[in-house]
């Protein structure tokens, strides 16, 4: 499946802006009319991510804002989330990509929030790939409704009276002390191709642009060490099921299908390293997911280079 793209919400322009008396920018702001039908929610601060229902393979695939999303590049961990999912609300909706916000706990040179926020995933948008066009937000909120996913925080629902009028929703979020901004979906232009101006925009708060201007910062030795500690519990907790055993089977499994030689040597490690690590987190996956959540985001990395760390002296000596 191809990946499809979230849209670039850019920030709101309500005047042109001017360079020696020449408009180098122009104002984005010219699809929003008063008595338009318009949506307010809260704009929150994660990863873009989305899900999508495989018919060939009857199985929910997942992507990040450029990449899909796989055993060894999860996302902090929202592959795993996702292969927990109810396939059912998605197969009946086979056309649909859903687009949300994933959330981890901490968030580093931005807003953290709360623990509370920590591994949920915020759906705010749907592209239906067959009619290739994104989906109204009451659609949105009844396939949360029937899926038991989390809809975005709204904020307000009704005609634009004007952008003062949008601020005033500023910093009224439940997420968190702090909010990024918030996002205006403009419900009576969002099927119109011809429109040059966008039907969606943001307004970020100040407190937050201050932030992002000086986001490249020294590593935190605390998060540093925060870091180290999890992935040690990871291997804690991985250590209970990456057994030596159950990486001789997948071996044997792989020998019997003709992937890997009967006699193993040196020169097979460079292949071994790309199908087994794979092979065991999908075992492990099908017959202890809950070992697996339960090693948070640094599993995958970790699961790894334990399976190596056991098999090379398996096959080395």
Known sequence: ?????????????????????????????????????????????????????????????????????????????????????????????????????????????????????????????????????????????????????????????????????????????????KQEGIVIRNMDGIYNPDVKYPWILKIVGEEFSEIMKHSRKPKDPEEERRKQGAKGKAAEILSTVITKNRIEKAITKFQEDGILPKQLSDKDMGNIAKILPKAIYEDILKEEPETLQASGEYGPKVLGQMVMAIVRPMILG
């Open 1 to 177: 499946m191809e990946i499809k793209k979230f849209v670039d919400i850019e920030n709101l322009r309500e005047k042109d802006t001017l360079l020696n008396g020449l408009v180098t920018r122009g104002r984005n702001d010219l699809n929003f009319r008063p008595g338009n039908q318009i949506s307010i929610t809260t704009k929150v601060d994660g990863s873009n991510a989305s899900v999508g229902y495989n018919a060939e393979t009857d199985k929910l695939e997942c992507w990040s804002r450029r990449l899909p999303l796989k055993f060894d590049n999860t996302l902090n961990g929202f592959f795993e989330y996702v292969q927990l999912l109810d396939v059912s609300p998605f197969k009946n909706h086979p056309t649909y990509r859903v687009f949300g916000e994933w959330m981890p706990f901490q968030r580093t040179n931005k807003i953290t929030y709360d623990e509370k926020m920590n591994h949920r995933w915020i759906i705010y948008s749907i592209y239906d790939i067959k009619e290739e066009k994104w989906l109204t937000q009451d659609i949105v909120k009844s396939f949360c409704e029937e899926s038991g996913l989390e809809y975005v925080e709204v904020l307000y629902e009704g005609p634009f009276i004007s952008w003062d009028h949008c601020r005033e929703f500023m910093n009224k979020s439940k997420y968190g002390d």
